[in-house]
T-cell receptor, first 112, second 112 residues
């Protein structure tokens, strides 16, 4: 069984500042890791994914994440945020059965 | 890739009634799933929709309440039966394709 813990429920950040959203997972098998974004009243959009290979993953909109197997983490970062990055961010873990377990979500609010 | 559509996009239903949600994928996929997102919450997997066999339900979800059909590799339905206000949620269909899980736009259900 897999589980995900997003360590920050809310992250306020000023425009053009960096942001990091923390995600830890637990799993007894090899994992696939994902970050999704959900803008207000919209569906889920994939930001990036780790399936295998390089542990530094680059995604859309300038986001990147690093898979750290020893620390069972998959933290999401962006060096400079925009107002439009205000959204809910979900970390998810999947295994060989392709089912996803989602974290509770992190609300990012970007202020001018 | 896969593009997923859902019908209806939203509905308001009276308690005690049932609603069937349709999910259509634009390509053949092996794995399809149904998730629920309760207001202000994260996503929870309801079941895996298996083509040609009964759906596989997660703990806390039962077939009598959430019957699922999967008649072919591009289509699935989820029925929410004997609805109560606690069933008010967004219901999302997803499919695994090309190393990624794609999500439909969701069906926003309100039960009065």
């Amino acid at each position: 069984a897999q589980s995900v813990t997003q360590l920050d429920s809310q992250v306020p950040v000023f425009e053009e500042a960096p942001v990091e959203l923390r995600c830890n997972y637990s799993s007894s098998v090899s994992v696939y890791l994902f970050w999704y974004v959900q803008y207000p009243n919209q569906g889920l959009q994939l930001l990036l994914k780790y399936l295998s290979g390089s542990t530094l993953v680059k995604g859309i909109n300038g986001f990147e994440a690093e898979f750290n197997k020893s620390q069972t983490s998959f933290h999401l970062r962006k060096p400079s945020v925009h107002i439009s990055d205000t959204a809910e961010y979900f970390c998810a873990v999947g295994g060989n059965d392709y089912k996803l377990s989602f974290g509770a979500g992190t609300t990012v609010t970007v202020r001018a | 890739s896969a593009v997923i559509s859902q019908k209806p996009s939203r509905d308001i239903c009276q308690r005690g009634t049932s609603l069937t949600i349709q999910c259509q994928v634009d390509s053949q996929v092996t794995m399809m799933f149904w998730y629920r997102q309760q207001p202000g919450q994260s996503l929870t997997l309801i079941a895996t929709a298996n083509q040609g066999s009964e759906a596989t339900y997660e703990s806390g979800f039962v077939i009598d309440k959430f019957p699922i059909s999967r008649p072919n590799l591009t289509f699935s339905t989820l029925t929410v039966s004997n609805m109560s206000p606690e069933d008010s949620s967004i219901y999302l269909c997803s499919a695994w394709a090309g190393g990624e899980q794609y999500f439909g736009p969701g069906t926003r259900l309100t039960v009065t």
